[in-house]
């Protein structure tokens, strides 16, 4: 068994005030799940807060076959599969409909005896550090759109925008994917945006691996910090423009400690 740590910390809404967390983190016996639920410009009772949380107990109540795929079976399935009959039980249980219900990013890191195997659909990278090197599983199709389309959420769940776990179970196999052998990985990183704009939009960390040693030597929490008070420095968001002062955060690190 890998050791787990992981750090939450509950952002603020657009009007600065705090608001209950968006992101999960789901622990189970060969996987750790990760969701960012996206925020919803309106108030309403299913906004994305409501759908990280429901798609997090459908991923954490699996049913046996789903069990079998997340606890390490002989041929493990397609992480997609895996996926794609929680957002379907979601959608059934809760009457959502593709294009009118909310969403949530979706990062999965599973492990088996053999291999470690990943899928990040939308913008929750992982980051995977093997015995060559550094390899961040990312999808950028979201963070390429931005500036260039009025209006993002006309873009979601097509063929030519973006992907992310909503009402349509398709969109599953719409992620990307990754797998390694086992004995090769060393750490997984797994990052919600309120995480990942440390390295790729506030250049606070020289790189991914800077991170990694943060987080062995002082907590998970210490990389949180560090860019919650880089964000207080700049309030009005003029040096890094974005939508909240604060977003939430979620990080989870994973590693492989040897004969374990």
């Not at 509950?10 to 189970?28: F, K, M, W, Y």
């Not at 639920?37 to 997090?56: M, V």
């Amino acid at each position: 068994m890998p050791e787990i740590t992981t750090a939450e910390r509950a952002g603020v809404g657009r009007d600065g005030l705090p608001r209950p967390t968006e992101d999960r983190v789901v622990l189970l016996p060969n996987a750790v799940v990760l969701l960012d639920g996206a925020t919803s410009p309106t108030p309403r009772e299913r906004d994305g807060g409501w759908h990280s949380r429901h798609l997090a107990a459908e991923l954490a109540r699996l049913d046996a076959d789903d069990r079998a795929d997340l606890r390490a079976p002989a041929e493990p399935h397609d992480l997609a599969d895996v996926l794609a009959r929680a957002i379907a039980r979601l959608a059934a249980a809760h009457g959502l409909a593709p294009g009118d219900s909310p969403s949530s990013t979706v990062a999965i890191t599973r492990w088996t005896d053999t291999a470690v195997d990943v899928l990040v659909l939308a913008d929750s990278p992982v980051v995977v550090f093997t015995d060559a090197g550094v390899e961040v599983v990312a999808d950028n199709r979201l963070r390429d759109l931005r500036g260039k389309v009025d209006r993002i959420t006309d873009w979601r769940n097509r063929e030519d925008g973006w992907w992310v776990a909503e009402a349509e179970p398709a969109a599953a196999h719409r992620a990307v994917r990754a797998s390694w052998p086992r004995d090769r990985v060393r750490a997984v990183l797994m990052a919600t945006d309120g995480v990942s704009c440390g390295v790729d939009d506030y250049g606070l960390f020289e790189d991914w691996r800077a991170v990694l040693r943060i987080t062995s030597e002082k907590g998970p929490e210490a990389v949180l910090d560090e860019i919650r008070a880089a964000e207080a420095g700049d309030a009005d968001r003029m040096k890094w423009p974005r939508p909240k002062v604060h977003d939430d955060q979620a990080l989870a690190v994973i590693r492989f400690i040897a004969g374990k």
